[in-house]
């Protein structure tokens, strides 16, 4: 995180702080943001393009409804398209076709890419799976860091907690 790149208009403020690395320490800036208000209020003209959306979204799904009774047939491939999306975005390449190789034989040796892709698939069919269930909250965001990390290098001893520590 960059100093330079906040200013005083930003919604938070950025705190110094000092973490082990290696056999020494290393400085760096923290974000931290601005509470946010208990209360706020929506403009006439925000409401209304709230119901508006909100009417569009239930035509939508309507629709959607009707013309694919079983999402899975979309949602499938979809999800591993931002998957392999996502991770690119990430400095993490695997193509599409290893991807689906990979989950189709487990007998085939994986690269790391490939790893953290499926993980990421893994994470997005499991909160999808569990949004009725659990609500979002800190036990749902470890579950989920548990999957994306399991297998790769950056699982370690803390996978799946909260950091007590920045």
Known sequence: MRKSDFS???????VPITVAHGAGTVS?????????????????????AVAEAGRRLAALNALVNERFPN??????????????????IEGTFAAIDEVMQSELDASLPRTTAVQEVINF??????????????????????????????????????????????
Not at 28 to 48: G, I, N, Y
Not at 121 to 147: D, G, M, N, Q
């Open 121 to 166: 698939v893994r994470a997005t069919e499991h909160a999808y799976k569990r949004r009725h269930t659990l609500p979002i909250s800190s036990r749902f965001a470890c579950e989920l860091h548990r999957i994306l990390f399991a297998g790769t290098a950056g699982e370690d001893w803390q996978t799946g907690e909260i950091r007590k520590t920045q």
């Open 8 to 14: 005083n208009a930003s919604p938070g403020r950025l």
């Open 71 to 88: 999402p899975q047939l979309l949602m499938r491939p979809t999800i591993r398209r931002e998957a392999v999306s996502t991770s690119a």
């Open 28 to 48: 760096h800036f923290a974000f931290v943001p601005d509470p946010l208000p208990v209360t706020f209020r929506l403009s006439v003209d925000a409401w209304l």
